[in-house]
């Protein structure tokens, strides 16, 4: 400093600002430039931005290793590094396991060149390799690479590609590899149509793979602002469907065009407005999905268009999507379509709707041809019901463009539920004591099965047996979404072999009354029986349906005597005979057993049936298997008092605490004061 004061007042206000220069941190390392033939143009391209969902999608038999990271209201997140916006995706170290893991999107037909930017950043000191793969024939052909060591700082690259067989869709593909030394994150994936002269029917890029250098930033280097974002509307969001594990899937992240989405009405009749009674009651409502008259609306109303094709069977399914808004518990929907073929298994479901959340694909609804009604035609399917509790909702309807057209989808929010049934009304108003519950809000639901005991239980090496289908690959879903079910999923020939059964060991009826209700659903050639165990061990079939698929939701209820005590209820699925290797699929949900009071154990005994079901009472029809879980068979009410007194010598205990705390310090206080006196 001494030095520099002794120059003069000019050389030295050339010196200083000399060494500022020098020790200004370096500027970020930019990238080539970008192609100057670049367009605007996304349309059936994969760019996204990542800020609310991660658009791309993950090979289907790996375990997803790709993470979305979202920032919070306040700004807050959770992730290696900063976002540069709302939200990046990244590799997760303890899922990949240090191996490369491909995040896939799609090109639509028709695009002859395209340009790609994207930006990256790493978390340690080791350089990690990230390769951007363009699909070429059956192989993924790497095109571009970086090895990025960028210490957290967001960088960004860019390269342009000349595309082989324009008239085919191909997939494209991020893959890299994250250690707990060093993670490797994407955000910002811009995906856009190339002008640029190609010749041939070549994969060409720019620059070429051998030409890309290692960019290795300074740690004082600032976040490279991203130069191009792309808006909601351009960024084409995929649906992350789960596909079956027989098959290659491929989603493609097509914007819709008109020309693909318009239906056509169905032949041989004029299009028109559907009556009043047909729609939805709660028109005054707002729509928590868009609605879509096809025929009339100059656009897609919101519903986004993509093709999901099986190589192995050489099929393709369409799918429609839309957003469900966050306040939406519950809609309402009517869908009229064309049936385009005579196949002669129209009567099978050939249209399916889902709810897709965070956690995963739900079916909430399926659209059945007519019975009888298995010509071409317009056809009207109508569905009300609950929603899954989840925020980033869609609404996904599949179905195959050669099967069917579409003319209109009618949404609307809904608040209505079913009312009570006569027989219900009139015995709601009696008091009962519940022993067991297991439903959508069952307090049982924080244990596997609501704590009952499969036999058998579906695991990771068994296919076959009773599960809970949380986030089942919807195709391998048939009947109408429950909020919540438990499903048993085997084949004739292992019912069979041994029936499958669920137990609810933890109800305990002295008086030998009680009454149990449910829902199930069945398919396949199979028998649904609840067996009730008593003190004796004597196993009473307190309820049965025939051999026959309840494809549809059927409620049951069911007040059978028990004369020597209640201990045990057992579902059993029991198999045809002879015994074949078709599917059986078995649905239980909403089940509750109650018991009365002392002041209403005369009550009447019956059984309810539910729309199209079966029952019989055979108090007579007892099996030979015995067993005591006597021990097992603990009320759920007598432990009720035992943690309320508990609860109670805790909170005073924390308050005795409280006091004595109180005690002391004023002792401290008092023996301070009177030391300093002395």
Request: charged share 25%.
């Amino acid at each position: 400093m001494k030095i520099l004061l002794s120059f003069p007042g000019k050389t030295r206000l050339l010196l200083l600002c000399w060494s500022v220069l020098i020790l200004w941190p370096s500027a970020p390392a930019q990238p080539d430039e970008p192609d100057p033939q670049c367009t605007k143009d996304r349309k059936g391209l994969p760019a996204c931005n990542f800020n609310t969902r991660n658009c791309w999608n993950e090979p289907k038999d790996d375990e997803e290793a790709w993470s979305h990271v979202k920032v919070g209201g306040q700004g807050q997140y959770q992730g290696p590094v900063k976002p540069i916006e709302k939200g990046y995706v990244y590799v997760d170290p303890k899922i990949s396991q240090g191996l490369p893991r491909k995040l896939t999107g799609q090109i639509s037909t028709g695009k002859e060149a395209i340009c790609v930017t994207f930006y990256y950043a790493t978390t340690g000191n080791n350089s990690a390799p990230i390769t951007f793969y363009i699909q070429e024939g059956k192989v993924y052909s790497p095109v571009h690479r970086v090895e990025a060591n960028t210490g957290g700082i967001w960088l960004e690259t860019n390269f342009s590609c000349c595309l082989p067989d324009v008239n085919k869709k191909k997939l494209v593909a991020f893959e890299a590899a994250s250690t707990d030394d060093g993670i490797v994150a994407i955000d910002y994936v811009d995906v856009r149509r190339s002008n640029m002269n190609c010749t041939g029917d070549e994969l060409v890029c720019y620059p070429t793979l051998e030409e890309k250098t290692t960019v290795t930033p300074s740690r004082d280097q600032t976040t490279v602002a991203p130069t191009v974002t792309p808006s909601r509307d351009q960024t084409t969001v995929a649906p992350t469907m789960t596909p079956s594990r027989d098959q290659t899937t491929v989603v493609p992240t097509m914007a819709p065009s008109r020309d693909q989405i318009t239906m056509a009405p169905p032949k041989g009749q004029s299009h028109g407005e559907p009556s009043k009674d047909q729609r939805c009651a709660s028109d005054e409502m707002h729509s928590g999905v868009p609605s879509c008259d096809f025929n009339k609306s100059p656009d897609t109303c919101g519903w986004r268009l993509y093709d999901d094709i099986s190589y192995l069977d050489n099929t393709t399914h369409t799918i429609l999507v839309a957003d469900i808004e966050d306040d939406v518990e519950s809609i309402c929907m009517e869908v009229q379509f064309e049936v385009l073929t005579t196949q002669t298994d129209l009567g099978n479901i050939f249209a399916t709707f889902y709810t897709k959340t965070k956690k995963g694909a739900y079916l909430w609804s399926e659209v059945y041809n007519y019975k009888d009604e298995k010509q071409t035609g317009a056809k009207i399917n109508k569905f009300e019901g609950p929603l899954p509790e989840s925020t980033d909702r869609q609404i996904l309807f599949v179905f195959q463009r050669e099967t069917l057209n579409i003319d209109y989808i009618h949404i609307m929010a809904s608040h209505l539920t079913p009312p009570l049934s006569k027989e219900v009304q009139e015995t709601s108003t009696k008091k009962t004591n519940s022993l067991f519950t297991c439903s959508a809000n069952s307090p049982f639901l924080k244990q596997r099965l609501c704590g009952m005991t499969p036999v058998p239980e579906q695991g990771w090496s068994n296919v076959l047996g009773w599960t809970e289908p949380y986030y089942m690959n919807p195709r391998e879903d048939i009947f109408p979404r429950k909020r919540y079910y438990i499903l048993y999923k085997g084949t004739d020939q292992s019912l069979r072999d041994a029936p499958a059964t669920l137990s609810i060991s933890s109800v305990m009826s002295s008086t030998g009354v009680f009454t149990l209700s449910f829902s199930y659903a069945l398919s396949g050639n199979a028998k649904l029986e609840v067996r009730a165990l008593d003190v004796r061990g004597r196993d009473n079939l307190a309820w049965s349906s025939t051999y026959e698929s309840a494809r549809k939701w059927v409620e049951v209820k069911v007040t059978p005597v028990n004369s020597w005590g209640l201990t045990k209820i057992i579902f059993k699925v029991l198999g045809s005979s002879p015994s074949t290797d078709t599917p059986v699929y078995v649905g239980l949900t909403d089940i509750s057993i109650t018991v009365p009071d002392e002041d209403n154990s005369k009550d009447d005994i019956g059984i309810t049936r539910g729309v199209d079901g079966t029952g019989r009472v055979n108090g007579d029809d007892v099996d030979k298997n015995q067993g005591d879980d006597r021990d097992d068979t603990i009320s759920n009410h007598s432990g009720d008092d035992h943690e309320d007194k508990k609860d109670s010598f805790e909170q005073y205990g924390v308050i005795l605490l409280v006091l004595v705390l109180i005690i002391a310090v004023v002792v401290l206080i008092c023996c301070g004061e009177l030391l300093e006196k002395g």
